[in-house]
Nanobody, 124 residues
Framework: QLQLVDSGGGLVQPGGSLRLSCAGS????????IAWFRQAPGKEHEGIVF????????YYVDSVKGRFTIYRDNTKNTVNMQMNSLRPSDTAVYSC?????????????????WGQGTQVTVSS
């Protein structure tokens, strides 16, 4: 049974930080491109970052560039996303996704496995 579990969400003040984790169960994340998506009420489902398999190249959308960092911890079979300088507009449900034999995409249909979603709320 292949499964992704995302975690690390919570309530944080503006300017604060959180680290989200995406853990693989039943398969190695090293062979999968991993992306993070988010959705807030009234807003479109938005892909924000990916890390490719093989070469670990990354991409960030402009709204998070310089604030969010995605990286692998292969010893723990996780992909983590450090989020700094959080803003109220970052409030959303965040989900990680994994895709095999894909690269450099934030198109949801190309991803095979999805985490359950973790709530991030940025509020004073």
């Amino acid at each position: 049974q292949l499964q992704l579990v995302d975690s690390g969400g919570g309530l944080v003040q503006p300017g604060g930080s959180l680290r989200l984790s995406c853990a693989g169960s039943g398969f190695s994340l090293t062979y999968y491109t991993i992306a993070w998506f988010r959705q807030a009420p009234g807003k479109e489902h938005e892909g924000i970052v990916f890390i490719n398999s093989g070469d670990d190249t990354t991409y960030y959308v402009d709204s998070v560039k310089g604030r969010f960092t995605i990286y692998r911890d292969n010893t723990k079979n996780t992909v983590n996303m450090q989020m700094n300088s959080l803003r109220p507009s970052d409030t959303a449900v965040y989900s990680c996704a994994a895709g095999y034999a894909i690269r450099s995409t934030l198109e949801p249909p190309q991803y095979d496995y999805w985490g359950q979603g973790t709530q991030v709320t940025v509020s004073s």
